[in-house]
T-cell receptor, first 111, second 116 residues
Framework: DAKTTQPTSMDCAEGRAANLPCNHS???????VYWYRQIHSQGPQYIIH???NNETNEMASLIITEDRKSSTLILPHATLRDTAVYYC????????????FGTGTRLTIIP | GAVVSQHPSRVICKSGTSVKIECRSL??????MFWYRQFPKQSLMLMAT?????????EQGVEKDKFLINHASLTLSTLTVTSAHPEDSSFYIC????????????FGQGTRLTVV
């Protein structure tokens, strides 16, 4: 897996959009960008993934730069339940490939 | 989405005993499952890759004789912590990816192991 770099922590006001950046400058052509989050004492939860096009689902939007060296996860209207550690991972979509977790970003939503 | 179920969610055992943790893929066949360990305030660290019908592949520094992995069916992998010691106390998490469906990995809810 390509190495990813994320800020250690971020705060965001409740109701505002939370924008979480991720740098993956060594990502290879067949690697997707996956985002997961982990709420305290739970297993990671899948959020979204993409290859090169921007993606949106009911949880979030993923913006990937044209050169694919970085991306931003957007939570459009953050709530207190979005407080978690967010992990950005670059990996292929093969079913037998492991996911390697970095340190992630601890996002705190402020009331 | 697909579901991965892990059991038990919490276990306390005495030092020197063994503990088995189960990981099941509920609606897809997982030829490969992954086992992670997470210490407090740290990220998930991959311990081993569990392959159905064959030996697990362990990451460097993980003792294969201490952490026994069995993946006897396409929906079940087990991790047995043998002769547990207090330093084995940790949060253990399993994961699986559907080789014929979703590209994302699904994670169990984790097992909090406390060795006393």
């Amino acid at each position: 897996d390509a190495k990813t770099t994320q800020p250690t922590s971020m705060d965001c006001a409740e109701g505002r959009a939370a924008n979480l950046p991720c740098n993956h400058s060594t990502i290879s052509g067949n690697e997707y960008v996956y985002w997961y989050r982990q709420i305290h004492s739970q297993g990671p939860q899948y959020i979204i993934h993409g290859l090169k096009n921007n993606e949106t689902n009911e949880m979030a939007s993923l913006i990937i730069t044209e050169d694919r060296k970085s991306s931003t996860l957007i939570l459009p209207h953050a709530t207190l339940r979005d407080t978690a550690v967010y992990y950005c991972i670059a990996a292929s979509n093969f079913g037998n490939e492991k996911l390697t977790f970095g340190t992630g970003t601890r996002l705190t939503i402020i009331p | 989405g697909a579901v991965v179920s892990q059991h038990p969610s919490r276990v306390i055992c005495k030092s020197g005993t063994s503990v088995k943790i189960e990981c099941r893929s509920l609606d897809f066949q997982a030829t490969t499952m992954f086992w992670y360990r997470q210490f407090p305030k740290q990220s998930l660290m991959l311990m081993a890759t569990s392959n159905e019908g064959s030996k697990a592949t362990y990451e460097q520094g993980v003792e294969k004789d201490k952490f026994l992995i069995n993946h006897a069916s396409l929906t079940l992998s087990t991790l047995t912590v043998t002769s547990a010691h207090p330093e084995d106390s940790s949060f253990y998490i399993c994961s699986a990816r559907d080789p014929q469906g979703y590209t994302e990995a699904f994670f169990g809810q984790g097992t909090r192991l406390t060795v006393v």
